[in-house]
């Protein structure tokens, strides 16, 4: 059990460019979560996969993200047209079943910065 | 709307010394209640859970929660602290098949004195 892997650890980039961040969750867990945590405030949910299949989606995901799971194993989230707003923590976790019976287990988070 | 208040942003606490940090929470439904805690560069850490049953919790690091309906908190506690604890903790609420993801509060630094 090597925990959640995220890639990468920071990315600086300018506004209007895109960005991809990948995540790789423990082996045996079905579900994966994107969280996106700023400055002062807790992790707030974006997405969340059950094995391939994106199951909810929060408002807080404009049409400017993307997140895929395709074989059910790591995913990636990509931000397109990048704006200074998007400069966030972005963290990925996964569970083996339903987080509030279980326990969710995050990555180290992938720092984003726009210039 | 679900939500979660951690009133208390910042906490510095003597090396030693009790804690205590508060949690609300707003939750439509039966809630399952969370506190994780941060390290700078590290990942979110689960320190403890509720989930039914015996309201107080135990948890890793020696540190314990008291579910209380009444009162809508869920506050952490720890009899001594070490510095080692200087962290951010958050409190987090779920419910099983509830939108299937937890909704934290902000969040409180502590710091630690010696």
């Known amino acids: 059990d090597t925990g959640v892997s995220q890639n990468p650890r920071h990315k600086i980039t300018k506004r209007g460019q895109n960005v991809t961040f990948r995540c790789d969750p423990i082996?045996?867990?079905?579900?994966l979560y994107w969280y996106r945590q700023t400055l002062g405030q807790g992790p707030e949910f974006l997405t969340y996969?059950?094995?391939?299949?994106?199951?909810?989606k929060s408002r807080l995901l404009s049409d400017r993200f993307s997140a895929e799971r395709p074989k059910g194993s790591f995913s990636t989230l990509e931000i397109q047209r990048t704006e200074q707003g998007d400069s966030a923590m972005y963290l990925c976790?996964?569970?083996?079943?339903?987080?509030?019976?279980?326990?969710?287990?995050f990555g180290e988070g992938s720092r984003l910065t726009v210039l | 709307a679900q939500s979660v208040t951690q009133p208390d942003i910042h906490i510095t606490v003597s090396e030693g010394a009790s804690l205590e940090l508060r949690c609300n929470y707003s939750?439509?439904?039966?809630?399952?209640l969370f506190w994780y805690v941060q390290s700078p560069g590290q990942g979110l850490q689960l320190l403890l859970k509720?989930?039914?049953?015996?309201?107080l919790v135990q948890g890793i690091k020696g540190f314990e929660a008291e579910f209380k309906r009444s009162q809508s908190s869920f506050n952490l506690r720890k009899p001594s602290v070490h510095w080692s604890d200087a962290a951010e903790y958050f409190c987090?609420?779920?419910?099983?098949?509830?939108?299937?993801?937890?909704?934290f509060g902000a969040g409180t630094i502590l710091r630690v004195k010696s």
């Open positions: 976790a996964s569970s083996l079943g339903d987080p509030a019976a279980g326990e969710l287990f």
């Open positions: 082996s045996e867990h079905n579900r």
């Open positions: 996969f059950q094995n391939e299949a994106q199951l909810e």
């Open positions: 939750y439509g439904a039966t809630p399952y």
């Open positions: 509720y989930f039914s049953g015996d309201t």
């Open positions: 987090a609420v779920g419910a099983r098949g509830y939108g299937n993801k937890l909704v």
